[in-house]
Nanobody
Framework: QVQLVESGGGLVQPGGSLRLSCAAS????????MGWYRQAPGKQRALVGA???????NYADSVKGRFTISRDNVRNTVYLQMNSLKPEDTAVYYC???????????????WGQGTQVTVSS
């Protein structure tokens, strides 16, 4: 099994910054794409950004230029640096990681438990 532990959420004023972390542990042979999603009240969960094992990134249009996703392959951790935060960024943020647990298996998607980000004055 694989466990994902998220941290870094909280309350921040508009224009502020937060950095989210998501650390994977457990039965890990290799990690592929790592990503962040968010779900606001009454809305569907949506992709914020993702990073491949090779370091290529993609972002939702709403966060381009403000959010940066990165990963530490030694620590099996993905980060989301969020700058110039807006009230509409308020949501529960989830990480999603594709993990291969051994050489004979395919990749399985795992979700973090979610961390609340609230942008308000």
């Amino acid at each position: 099994q694989v466990q994902l532990v998220e941290s870094g959420g909280g309350l921040v004023q508009p224009g502020g910054s937060l950095r989210l972390s998501c650390a994977a542990s457990g039965s890990i042979f290799s990690i592929y794409t790592m990503g962040w999603y968010r779900q606001a009240p009454g809305k569907q969960r949506a992709l914020v950004g993702a990073i491949t094992s090779g370091g290529s990134t993609n972002y939702a249009d709403s966060v381009k230029g403000r959010f940066t996703i990165s990963r530490d392959n030694v620590r099996n951790t993905v980060y989301l640096q969020m700058n110039s935060l807006k009230p509409e960024d308020t949501a529960v943020y989830y990480c999603k990681v594709f993990v291969r647990s051994d050489s004979d298996s395919g990749a399985t998607a795992y979700w973090g438990q979610g961390t609340q980000v609230t942008v308000s004055s």
